[in-house]
């Protein structure tokens, strides 16, 4: 798992970078003098200028903010479908149980005989 860096130290990458990307002649090299001056990797302050890019629209690609949704509804996708799946069992199950009313009122249940098949039981 990557490490936390100080949101602080991303922003005053970026910043430096913004600042001056024109006193250099490539942006690679912009990128390492920020690098080395902040003790970060080159790769870091690439990625982090490449992200405010996105973030602030002057590049296309997915927002952080859209990433973090993503995220969050990819986890709720994977959370309901382990619910669908519970459910699916206890669906499998209670079909196999029958509730009668009998003559007085009251419930009865018993098993389904034709539902418990060996193929459902697996044998």
Not at 25 to 44: I, K, P, Y
Request: no cysteine; net charge positive; aromatic share 4%.
């Amino acid at each position: 798992m990557p490490k936390k860096i100080n949101p602080a130290l991303r922003s005053q990458a970026v910043r430096l970078v913004t600042q001056h990307r024109s006193a250099y002649s490539t942006e690679r090299a912009v990128h390492v003098q920020v690098a080395d001056s902040l003790g970060v990797s080159r790769e870091s302050v690439r990625r982090w200028v490449a992200q405010h890019e996105v973030d602030t629209g002057v590049a296309a690609g997915v927002t952080s903010n859209e990433r973090e949704e993503l995220k969050r509804l990819r986890a709720e996708v994977r959370r309901l479908r382990e619910v669908n799946e519970v459910l699916k069992v206890g669906d499998d199950f209670f079909r196999g149980v029958i509730v009668r009313v009998s003559d007085g009122g009251s419930l009865l249940m018993g098993l389904n005989p034709g539902f418990w098949t060996p193929e459902r039981l697996g044998s």
